[in-house]
């Protein structure tokens, strides 16, 4: 655990260093946010945060290898590696659309060079159990299109809540905490090598995350941009997906308590990110089916997404952003828990969370405090996430 706690705080030390470096070069290239009618921000904000990132989680996987655990157990020259390398490409396809505005059909196609990267490493998936406990495998072919799926909906998932100050960073840096509790828990009781690549990956990607929020979080200074939305979606799917290309299927059976654990361990991989993304999934979904019925174009900007009604209803910028990340953090923590973990003290504390998310969401509005008013005026609802698919 301590070593994890090295590659985190490494990640996000060299992230929030490098920072001031993204930031210079995007005032140089001119990869700025200008400011538009429909933005939050009120002047242009520098683009290219994701060059940080990228810097913070391949400065963290060169620092395990050489720690004394990671290193004599080093699972991750197979698997982590592609996925950095896989990570970098989408990071730079992202790098030219904020200086140059791509559109989005090139996007796409960076993105599944990406996938093609990670499919012919080996990063896909290959199994899943069925009800009766038997394991359903699948073959090549399969596999990759599934990976691509996931894959390809998580990175545009995470671009498109990219929409407020520290909301995208702090959604993904909360998920990946809860995949490492996931890897090292499920490790930990089926007494597996702890030295996972899910763990490494999820360990860095929650500090290149955090690092990256000192500057994020509202009022930003620096943006993530595509280079940065595409980088961590991309890595927070491939991190889910690694969990089943280093551990066969009748190895992660065991849960707390010498319980058996549930399917959700083995279709966690699968279901992790789109359960972590469900919110913003259902705002894109909805956000499509809203503009289609309505003779729009899928992706013409409209006032109408998840965080726009938060900040109608009364919710500041910034506590708009902690109460997604609040949703976040209550599926992503409470699926984790309810795959490995047993007991009416788990359920009860699950309810209670949800309770206090639905009360702060819903109540908290009404509670009118006058310092944070004359402190932040509240920004009109007329706004668009920065980063679009």
């Known amino acids: 655990m301590r070593e994890y706690l090295v590659v985190f705080l490494v990640a996000a030390v060299v992230t929030h260093l490098l920072t001031v470096v993204a930031r210079e070069i995007a005032l140089r290239t001119g990869a700025v946010a200008k400011v538009r009618d429909r933005d939050v921000h009120a002047e ?24 004394p655990f990671l290193s004599t157990r080093n699972p991750f020259s197979s698997d982590a590696l592609p996925v950095l390398v896989a990570g970098s490409l989408v990071c730079a396809v992202g790098v030219v659309d904020d200086i140059f505005d791509l559109d989005a059909l090139t996007k796409f196609g960076g993105q599944v060079l990406a996938v093609g990267v990670l499919v012919y490493a080996g990063i896909q998936f290959k199994y899943f159990y069925q009800s009766t406990g038997e394991v359903f495998s699948l ?3 399969q596999g990759a299109l599934l990976t691509a799926f996931v894959v390809l909906a998580t990175v545009n998932a995470v671009n498109f809540i990219d929409g407020l100050d520290g909301l995208a960073a702090g959604v993904i840096g909360i998920s990946a905490a809860a995949f490492f509790l996931f890897c090292y828990a499920l490790a930990y009781l089926n007494d597996l090598t702890l030295a996972t690549t899910g763990a490494l990956l999820a360990a860095a990607l929650t500090g290149a995350c955090a690092g990256f929020l000192v500057h994020n979080f509202h009022p930003a200074r620096l943006f993530m941009g595509d280079s940065g939305s595409m980088l961590i979606g991309l890595v927070l799917s491939a991190t889910a997906i690694t969990i089943t290309t280093q551990f066969p299927p009748g190895d992660l059976v065991q849960g707390a308590d010498g ?3 549930s399917l959700l361990p083995v279709l966690l991989p699968f279901a992790l990110p789109i359960l972590i993304l469900i919110v913003p999934l259902a705002d894109l979904v909805l956000a499509v089916v809203r503009r289609t019925r309505a003779g729009r174009s899928p992706f013409a900007p409209d006032k109408q997404h998840l965080h726009h009604r938060l900040l109608e209803i009364g919710h500041s910028h910034r506590r708009a952003v902690i109460i997604m990340w609040l949703w976040a953090g209550l599926i992503a923590f409470g699926v984790v828990l309810a795959s490995v973990f047993t007991g009416p003290i788990v359920w009860a504390g699950l309810g209670l969370s949800l309770l206090v998310t639905l009360a702060l969401t819903f109540a908290l509005p009404h509670v009118h405090d006058p310092a944070e008013a004359l402190k932040e005026p509240q920004p009109t609802p007329d706004s ?3 980063t679009t698919l």
Do not use: F, H, K, S
């Not at 242009?44 to 060169?62: N, V």
């Open 384 to 386: 668009e996430p920065r």
């Open 139 to 141: 073959d090549t072919g």
């Open 259 to 261: 319980a058996r654990a």
């Open 44 to 67: 242009p904000i520098p683009y290219l945060g994701g060059l940080a990132m990228l810097g913070g989680l391949w400065a963290a996987y060169l620092v395990a290898q050489q720690l």
